[in-house]
């Protein structure tokens, strides 16, 4: 089965900093992958998702990850965060494209410091 | 806007208790799903649908069962609570399996059994 690795379980950083939070997965195969962001006492929310084609993705609030197979990594990164980016980030992905695949890492929290 | 409301925020059970999570969504959406979410344990799959009147089990089934006589409503069921469950629990829903890109979610259920 596949697993998916986020090593980095809480990140704190200054606001107007950049941050990268990582993920990995174990397949080789073809593989959708995807990131949720979790806002406090809410559900998860999809923040963007790579399926096919260009490896850099975007989100419409300024995050992008890149889609790297040989590392089998999908690592998401923001420039300059804002301290409404404080959340839980969940990486996740789907082998066959359904979601009743999908596999999730243990989430990374973001704290974004004024 | 597509919505996945699930009945109840916050719960407090007793231990031995019959206890119901109801989820509904209104997107027409084939494939309903139930996760339980821990810190450092990431999203784990209890049950999923597919179709009314089916369902699968996830990654820790036990201890809990499904109900689908709907399409747009999946009802958890755990037969006899016990403080082991004490858990968020989080229902989400995605489109036909070919093709399905995302899952969409509710906002949790933060269930506290005593």
């Known amino acids: 089965a596949q697993s998916v690795t986020q090593l980095d379980s809480q990140v704190p950083v200054f606001e107007e900093a950049p941050v990268e939070l990582r993920c990995n997965y174990s397949s080789s195969v073809s593989v959708y992958l995807f990131w949720y962001v979790q806002y406090p006492n809410q559900g998860l929310q999809l923040l963007l998702k790579y399926l096919s084609g260009s490896t850099l993705v975007e989100s419409i609030n300024g995050f992008e990850a890149e889609f790297n197979k040989s590392q089998t990594s999908f690592h998401l990164r923001k420039p300059s965060v804002h301290i409404s980016d404080t959340a839980e980030y969940f990486c996740?992905?789907?082998?066959?494209?359904?979601?009743?695949?999908?596999?999730f890492g243990t989430g990374t929290r973001l704290t974004v410091i004024p | 806007d597509v919505k996945v409301t699930q009945s109840s925020r916050y719960l407090v059970k007793r231990t031995g208790e019959k206890v119901f999570l109801e989820c509904v969504q209104d997107?027409?959406?084939?494939?309903m799903f139930w996760y339980r979410q821990d810190p450092g344990l990431g999203l784990r799959l209890i049950y999923f649908s597919y179709d009314v009147k089916m369902k699968e089990k996830g990654d820790i089934p036990e201890g809990y069962s499904v109900s689908r006589e709907k399409k747009e409503r999946f009802s958890l069921i755990l037969e006899s609570a016990s403080t082991n469950q004490t858990s968020m629990y989080l229902c989400?829903?995605?489109?036909?399996?070919?093709?399905?890109?995302?899952?969409?979610f509710g906002q949790g259920t933060r269930l506290t059994v005593v």
């Open positions: 989400a829903s995605a489109g036909p399996t070919e093709g399905t890109t995302e899952a969409f």
């Open positions: 997107m027409d959406h084939e494939n």
């Open positions: 996740a992905v789907s082998e066959g494209g359904g979601a009743n695949n999908l596999f």
